[in-house]
């Protein structure tokens, strides 16, 4: 329930799934790490390709790469002196579908679509014209 006492739109579970999906948007976000997803779908890359490929220092690639694994977005394995990372196809899965089962265009309601919703909140009145009926005092902002 809201101030008003009317149902609230977002419920505390939903609340809570757009906070998580928020934080994997903030990791996503930055084009470096976007890079390194992309080229980890191709195949798993050692540390060294991945410094060549997109031409950073190696402790900004690290950030980066630990950022990523933190998120359980990618893994790592250790041979010998060298480590290599791969996509944790799970996870990315799952990424997906938390997006999709908040943003699905397929999924949207018509009270969704402009001009269709049902207005909730007080505003000016409407007349027939299509001018609003201001109270005195009231004044519009570009008119």
């Known amino acids: 329930m809201d101030r008003e006492g009317t149902r609230s739109i977002l419920s505390q579970s939903v609340r809570q799934d757009l906070e998580q999906v928020a934080e994997l948007l903030r990791v996503l976000a930055e084009p470096r790490r976007l890079r390194i997803l992309y080229l980890l779908m191709q195949r798993e890359l050692c ?36 480590v290599f990372y791969s996509i944790v196809p799970e996870s990315l899965a799952q990424v997906k579908e938390r ?27 409407v007349e027939e014209q299509g001018h609003s009926t201001l109270k005195e005092g009231q004044v519009t902002v570009g008119a």
């Open 47 to 82: 540390v060294c390709e991945v410094l060549d490929e997109l031409d950073i220092s190696q402790p900004l690639a690290s950030h980066h790469l630990r950022v990523l694994q933190e998120a359980n977005l990618i893994r790592s394995r250790r041979q010998a002196q060298y």
């Open 99 to 125: 997006l999709l089962a908040h943003f699905d265009p397929a999924n949207l309601p018509p009270e969704a679509a402009c001009g269709m919703g049902i207005p909730r909140c007080p505003g000016p009145e």
